[in-house]
């Protein structure tokens, strides 16, 4: 297989990769189809549809807005969050919006915007379907769109293809599954980052591919620091107070009175920091989606803790090896957990960082491995339950958890010798099964299990 690591990684804006990226994508695509095509003058209303998951939480979700933003011009990993509030807010009260930022068209966000609470479109439970109509209600263009997990987004020309677009690019190693993987470094004596960081070069070369790979980690820096900083409460009506910054006042006023502070309460605290913000809708980088952003960067900032002499290049090794990870639960499952529940998203985050953490503390191929088989096997079964369909009550804990979780991985592996009874690709596929078993009311529509202990009023 040929999927980037900056497939996995990518920039964008809370408080969801499926619910938040992926509309706001899709918009924009369809809007810039538009213009493309010619068709924008053309345009005289718009209706746009969300299905499945994205109809049944698409308010807690962020997923309106979304689309309005798409429907502007804006991107996920270019907008400022301190925007999108007030350019939303301008295009209900004007109840009109300038479609790919150009073409003033008459929008009604509350009745153009339609959440199908129940229906599905055939693929893909986040289905999506974006009408442009002229003066005379005449469809000018129609078209699908599915958010398939972490912010990728298919139309309905890419559906039918066996893997995701540009995943067909050729590369220097390719491979379809965790032994693969495991073959091509033992045959060649790479490490698994230096696998993933030859493949990068199909793309990019190697100075770009680490430069990249450093953005990112600049960016969930600079969202631990805004999230242990950040007081009040979270939007969305369940007022969840946010609670890094009195953790981190906690912790430093423990350290100063020479009291002992675990190490397990700062990976807490990164964890809580990054999803918190995720929550309030800020800057994140989906790792592999936002729901489990906090994980990779909490493990990799314990890393940056523990390590001797840790440096950039320590930074590039982990997060290639843990998307090396993420490639195989995209490619044999999915990330999605409108599709197989929260374990397609704090579970493969858990093992991409517990994979990321064992390569850095000197593990083999084979125990990289084992330590991702162990990340997502006691992930498997976790339902996706947000309370308020909000990605908070439990999301922002479970991150925490699962970094704790990942660490411990990385640390049993590191010290067995990398065999073990059940491969990554095997924990993989009963992942994918248990995804198919899993009730819809536990895939992201807020309609089973910890959603409904709280009632809305």
Not at 47 to 61: D, I, K, N, Q
Not at 70 to 99: I, K, M, W
Not at 260 to 271: E, F, I, N, R, S
Not at 356 to 374: C, D, F, H, K, S
Request: aromatic content about 4%; glycine content about 12%.
């Amino acid at each position: 297989m040929s999927l980037s690591v900056f497939d996995l990684f990518k920039v964008g804006i809370g408080p969801s990769s499926s619910h938040t990226v992926g509309p706001m994508r899709a918009a924009f695509r369809f809007a810039t189809r538009l213009r493309e095509s010619g068709l924008l003058e053309r345009v005289d209303g718009l209706r746009c549809e969300l299905f499945g998951s994205l109809g049944a939480t698409g308010h807690g979700h962020g997923s309106v807005p979304a689309v309005v933003l798409g429907l502007l011009g804006e991107q996920p990993h270019l907008v400022d969050p301190a925007t999108t509030g007030p350019a939303v807010a301008a295009v209900r009260a004007e109840r009109s919006l300038l479609l790919a930022g150009k073409h003033p068209v008459a929008f009604d966000v509350d009745t153009d915007v339609v959440l199908h609470r129940t229906a599905t479109l055939p693929f893909h439970s986040n289905g999506m379907v974006f009408t442009a109509c002229d003066a005379h209600e005449a469809v000018v263009e129609r078209r699908e769109y599915y958010s398939v997990g972490g912010g990728f987004v298919l139309d309905e020309d890419e559906t039918g293809r066996p893997v995701l677009p540009g995943a067909d690019v050729p590369v220097a190693h390719p491979f379809a599954s965790g032994d693969e993987l495991v073959a091509r470094a033992r045959a060649t004596g790479l490490r698994v980052s230096d696998v993933v960081l030859t493949n990068e070069a199909a793309w990019r070369s190697e100075t770009e591919t680490r430069a990249g790979l450093l953005h990112r980690w600049a960016v969930m820096r600079e969202c631990v620091e805004r999230g242990t900083s950040a007081e009040g409460v979270l939007p969305g009506g369940l007022r969840v107070r946010r609670r890094a910054a009195a953790m981190r006042r906690r912790l430093e006023a423990d350290a100063a009175a020479g009291l002992d502070t675990q190490p397990g309460d700062h990976v807490a605290l990164w964890a809580l920091a990054v999803n918190e913000e995720n929550a309030a809708g800020g800057r994140v980088v989906t790792a592999p989606t936002n729901g489990a952003a906090g994980i990779v960067p909490a493990v990799l900032h314990h890393a940056a803790q523990v390590l001797p002499a840790f440096s950039d290049d320590h930074v590039v090794r982990f997060l290639l090896t843990a998307g090396a990870v993420g490639m195989l639960f995209k490619r044999n499952a999915s990330i999605s957990g409108a599709e197989v529940g929260c374990q397609g998203e704090v579970g493969s985050a858990c093992s991409m960082a517990a994979a990321g953490l064992a390569e850095l503390l000197g593990g083999t191929p084979e125990q990289v491995e084992n330590a991702a088989e162990i990340g997502i096997e006691h992930n498997l079964g976790l339902t996706c339950d947000p309370v308020g369909g909000l990605v908070q009550v439990p999301c922002i804990e479970r991150n925490a958890v699962a970094s704790a979780k990942a660490i411990t991985a990385a640390r049993m592996a590191v010290r067995g010798d990398g065999a073990h009874h059940i491969s990554l690709d095997q924990a993989i596929a009963t992942m994918r099964r248990t995804g198919a078993d899993m009730s819809v009311k536990y895939k992201e529509t807020a309609r089973g299990g910890l959603a409904l202990t709280v009632v809305e009023c």
